[in-house]
């Protein structure tokens, strides 16, 4: 195998959802660079349905104040389209309770401890303290398959991420809160909030980074045949 093989390989095995950041800053410079690698995603007849705010600083701290302070009072928007399903059933539902139960775990959070629950998942809102916060938008009018498009485009972000050192981690969450975010950005209602998205360099030292999900074998999700 060569290198650039293994290092494909290696920023893609990488991946994972970092969940508490460094406040170490990552210059524009890498960001651009980084969301130019994403845009090489394919998307239909090259529609390219992505529109990316990134955000440091001030305008990060905004946000994440003005979404914390409804999250915190149980206000909550709701999201403009269905990312989970409305009624879940198995395997998909024992995948996601085993990563609540993982995540809590390393944290030290108890069965039935909402508050900590909760403060965990404000944590989102602060995009995990990372330095940079990104949010995807996409135009209501394009068609709901860009949304295969546009996941192909933030897998090339992530990858690219990891490999220049940098972790990750896709939020829907932020999806939950779409009118505060075109009200903060200052963006038309023309724009589906699609999520968001932290960006930095992970916290070596803290315990939910230590989060390492199971994925199925292929086997278990490919029939092959004529192979």
């Keep these: 195998m060569n290198d650039s093989i293994q290092a494909v390989d290696q920023a893609i095995r990488s991946r994972r959802s970092v969940r508490r950041f460094l406040p170490t800053a990552v210059p524009k410079e890498t960001v651009a660079e980084l969301l130019e690698l994403a845009a090489r995603a394919a ?4 529609v390219q349905p992505w529109k990316v705010y990134a955000l440091g600083g001030e305008a990060r701290a905004a946000l994440s104040k003005a979404i914390l302070e409804k999250f915190n009072q149980g206000a909550h928007e709701g999201r403009e389209f269905d990312y ?3 009624e879940w059933s198995d395997p998909w539902i024992s995948r996601r309770r085993k990563i ?11 069965k039935g401890d909402k508050a900590r629950m909760k403060e965990q998942t404000g944590r989102n809102y602060q995009f995990f303290d990372a330095p940079v916060g990104l949010i995807f938008t996409m135009d209501r009018q394009l068609g709901r398959g860009m949304f295969i498009d546009y996941g192909m485009f933030m897998a090339n972000l992530m990858t690219a991420a990891r490999a220049r050192g940098l972790d990750t981690c896709a939020q829907a969450a932020f999806a939950d809160y779409p009118e505060t975010v075109r009200q903060q950005l200052g963006i038309g209602d023309n724009e589906l909030v699609v999520c968001g998205m932290a960006l930095g360099y992970a916290d070596p030292d803290a315990p939910e980074n230590r989060l390492i999900t199971d994925r199925e074998p292929v086997t278990g999700f490919t029939d092959f045949r004529g192979l």
């Design 84 to 86: 989970y399903p409305k």
């Design 100 to 110: 609540g139960f993982d995540l809590y775990g390393l944290l030290g959070i108890e």
């Design 43 to 46: 998307s239909g007849t090259n």
